[in-house]
């Protein structure tokens, strides 16, 4: 087992199994260096993350530490010599598990939770957290006015009118599509 | 500089500096880091992608910087086409092999002036599978020339540039030199259908760069004709370099066509067939015209070159001749004078 701290004063600690900390590559990485130490007994303060993001990533890590390791695809660096269907060269789909749709802070007071979360999944480089909350995000923006998005990201416009006409002229061919 | 004098020193700096403070409510999402917003462009599908960038600076930025790894818009043929009074309409063409849309529509840019932010801004977001056609285009410049250049990731492996009656008055020498010089290592193909310019800038150096790069086609018409019937431009700076160019093209040119073209000399054209007839990918044209290409009287048997290379049974002997149209197609070549108008003078080509 392995501690994880957060950054609040006093830390918050957090005691979780070591196969599903290891999900978080940047804290597997730092296991490996410290290889021979007792990490058990060594908790592992985490400068970026607070208590209540800290538990929803240890719940979250507890919940997937079974999952089958994400398949590493070698990627194709020359960019399509072939004639290769279209599906080849695009990401696969993520689709967000019906665990983690409950699991995600989503509702309109947590979405400072949320962006905790993405932050912190970031941090620790869980790839697939990240994913699925990036995902999320998107998908919640994608097709919605500016407008809307902004309110919804808590979003200043910084734009000046004159700016943003002008910006609206450049990409109004992308609105008819 | 102020030397303030503080009574109290402000805590030492913390070894965990990079904290990011959500302490403020409502967080903005720009707290989180380029990283983390990039990833989340990168789930928006492609369409969504140029209106994120109206959200706010950050992301504008953070879009127009790393635009190549963000999802593309699939498109198939776009064309660019002249409207009137200056105008052009883009049209846009999906790819129907990527995305199973079947629509074009269609975009009218209000002034010449509005379509170049509005073409870098359009390359920045799509893949263009096929081709990108100026139909017609009053507004070209070269600004837009290096654009295009420099958008070259936009540019599928097959796609090429096609300029279709494209009025170059705004082009320069250089600029066009410099276009074809590039656009010879970027696209796929080049095709030049540019007629009705009225502008003799086009030199010898123009058509170098031309020979020596993709081009399918070549068409070039330099001429216009003024109110009082008169022609106005003509070719002046092409001389016989450039038909020596073409013979000696390393790309097979399908068609060119030089029309007032004075100082291409019969000895030019003569010499031209020859190095053509030794030149492989040369014999892949399927037609050279030349109109109205020596406005100077020769006389044939004083250019010493005829005798052994060019069958002068062909020409009319000890008379003096102008060239009023010369055509070279599927090995035949024709040549009429404007004094005989009803004497066409053919000469087979085949090997």
């Known amino acids: ?177 | 500089m102020k030397s303030a004098k503080r009574p109290h020193l402000s805590p030492p700096p913390s070894s965990h500096q990079k904290r990011i403070s959500f302490k403020k409510s409502p967080v903005d999402v720009n707290v989180l880091p380029s990283e983390v917003l990039m990833a989340i462009f990168h789930f928006l599908p492609a369409k969504a992608i140029p209106k994120a960038r109206i959200v706010c600076r950050r992301w504008n930025h953070l879009i127009n910087s790393n635009a190549d790894n963000l999802p593309k818009i699939y498109i198939e043929d776009i064309s660019i086409a002249g409207g009137e009074d200056d105008s052009n309409v883009l049209c846009v063409q999906f790819d129907h092999h990527r995305r199973s849309i079947n629509e074009s529509f269609e975009w009218l840019l209000n002034s010449a002036s509005k379509m170049r932010p509005s073409m870098q801004a359009l390359l920045r977001h799509i893949v263009i599978t096929s081709r990108l056609a100026f139909d017609n285009c009053k507004a070209l410049t070269d600004a837009i020339f290096d654009e295009l250049c420099q958008c070259s990731a936009s540019f599928g492996e097959r796609a090429g540039v096609a300029l279709i009656r494209v009025d170059l008055r705004k082009i320069t020498p250089n600029g066009l030199v410099r276009f074809l010089s590039s656009a010879n290592s970027l696209f796929h193909f080049v095709d030049m259908d540019v007629v009705m310019v009225q502008q003799t800038f086009i030199a010898d150096s123009s058509l170098a760069a031309i020979t020596g790069g993709k081009l399918q086609r070549f068409h070039y018409v330099g001429f216009a004709i003024n109110r009082q019937g008169k022609k106005v431009y003509d070719l002046k700076h092409v001389t016989g370099e450039s038909l020596k160019h073409f013979a000696q093209s390393p790309t097979p040119l399908r068609d060119i066509a030089l029309a007032y073209s004075s100082r291409i000399r019969p000895l030019d054209v003569i010499s031209f067939i020859d190095a053509w007839q030794k030149n492989v990918h040369a014999c892949k044209l399927s037609r050279v015209t030349l109109c109205h290409s020596s406005s100077v009287n020769y006389t044939l048997m004083e250019e010493p070159l005829l005798n052994s290379t060019f069958e002068t049974r062909y020409f009319p002997r000890d008379r003096k001749f102008l060239i009023k149209h010369l055509t070279i197609a599927d090995h035949v070549l024709e040549i009429s004078l404007p004094a005989r108008c009803d004497l066409v003078y053919k000469y087979d080509m085949g090997v």
């Not at chain 1, 730092?30 to 130490?37: P, S």
């Not at chain 1, 979003?155 to 992308?174: C, G």
């Open chain 1, 1 to 177: 087992m392995i501690q994880l701290c957060s950054n609040d004063d006093p830390p918050v600690s957090f005691t979780v199994p070591r196969k599903a900390v290891e999900l978080s590559k940047t804290i597997k990485t730092m296991l490996e260096d410290l290889e021979g130490f007792d990490m058990e007994q060594t908790p592992i303060p985490l400068p970026n993350v607070d208590a209540p993001t800290l538990e929803l990533i240890v719940k979250w890590v507890e919940q997937h530490q079974d999952d089958p390791p994400p398949v590493e695809k070698p990627r194709v660096e020359d960019d399509d010599s072939d004639d290769s269907d279209a599906d080849d060269d695009q990401e696969p789909e993520v689709v967000i598990p019906e665990w983690d749709k409950k699991f995600l802070p989503t509702d309109d007071e947590q979405k400072n939770q949320l962006f905790k979360l993405l932050n912190a999944a970031n941090y620790l480089e869980i790839k697939p957290l990240l994913d699925i909350g990036c995902k999320y995000v998107a998908d919640k923006i994608s097709g919605q006015t500016v407008e809307w998005v902004r309110d919804y990201l808590n979003m200043e416009n910084d734009y000046t009118p004159e700016e943003e006409a002008k910006l609206k002229e450049e990409i109004a061919w992308a609105e008819g599509l």
